[in-house]
T-cell receptor, first 114, second 111 residues
Framework: DGGITQSPKYLFRKEGQNVTLSCEQNLNHDAMYWYRQDPGQGLRLIYYSQIVNDFQKGDIAEGYSVSREKKESFPLTVTSAQKNPTAFYLC?????????????FGPGTRLTVL | GQQVMQIPQYQHVQEGEDFTTYCNSSTTLSNIQWYKQRPGGHPVFLIQLVKSGEVKKQKRLTFQFGEAKKNSSLHITATQTTDVGTYFCAGRDTGRRALTFGSGTRLQVQP
């Protein structure tokens, strides 16, 4: 949907393991975002990037890390330091960060840590 | 920091009834966007409001941006079962580069 792919749709990991969620977009967008959604709650911003090799912490960055080596890709690593990693993770992109552009979301990855 | 609150958290209506969700920000916003997330899906952009007092319509949906640019509303006239989902507002204040999403209002429509 919207040219953004996230895989896998469902992911299971054991507690204490790091896990990397993929996000790829073919929209030629400069800005990309990672959000976390918990049941009955809104979207909370984890990290965002306005351009290759640049990214900024969002509101809940602790326990997460990202990289932006290519324009199309913005993978998110959920580290063992994240205290409550089980959640629905959404990746999004927009033309740029500074303009008031709409965000396009991927289908999401539902992570369950056992 | 910036906070964006939405009320109600949940609303259950009979098909054909109207529905309104309200969005309130603790700070003045430069713009506000609305998204819809169907059950099991991902948020999809509906509309953006930029000007103070702006009103926009999309068929049965009416969006308003407050005069002070700190609140917004989404009104659905004569709801249909296809309106089921969670509606989020998202705004950006002048001191922040990224959007802040509201907590969402989940709409359930009884046929």
């Amino acid at each position: 949907d919207g040219g953004i792919t996230q895989s896998p749709k469902y992911l299971f990991r054991k507690e204490g393991q790091n896990v990397t969620l993929s996000c790829e977009q073919n929209l030629n967008h400069d800005a990309m975002y990672w959000y976390r959604q918990d049941p009955g709650q809104g979207l909370r911003l984890i990290y965002y990037s306005q351009i290759v090799n640049d990214f900024q912490k969002g509101d809940i960055a602790e326990g997460y890390s990202v990289s932006r080596e290519k324009k199309e890709s913005f993978p998110l690593t959920v580290t063992s330091a994240q205290k409550n990693p089980t959640a629905f993770y959404l990746c999004a992109s927009s033309i740029s960060l500074d303009r008031t552009n709409e965000q396009f979301f991927g289908p999401g990855t539902r992570l369950t840590v056992l | 920091g910036q906070q964006v609150m939405q009320i109600p958290q949940y609303q259950h209506v009979q098909e054909g009834e109207d529905f309104t969700t309200y969005c309130n920000s603790s700070t003045t916003l430069s713009n506000i966007q609305w998204y819809k997330q169907r059950p099991g899906g991902h948020p999809v952009f509906l509309i953006q409001l930029v000007k103070s007092g702006e009103v926009k319509k999309q068929k049965r949906l009416t969006f308003q941006f407050g005069e002070a640019k700190k609140n917004s509303s989404l009104h659905i006239t004569a709801t249909q079962t296809t309106d089921v989902g969670t509606y989020f507002c998202a705004g950006r204040d002048t001191g922040r580069r990224a959007l802040t999403f509201g907590s969402g209002t989940r709409l359930q429509v009884q046929p």
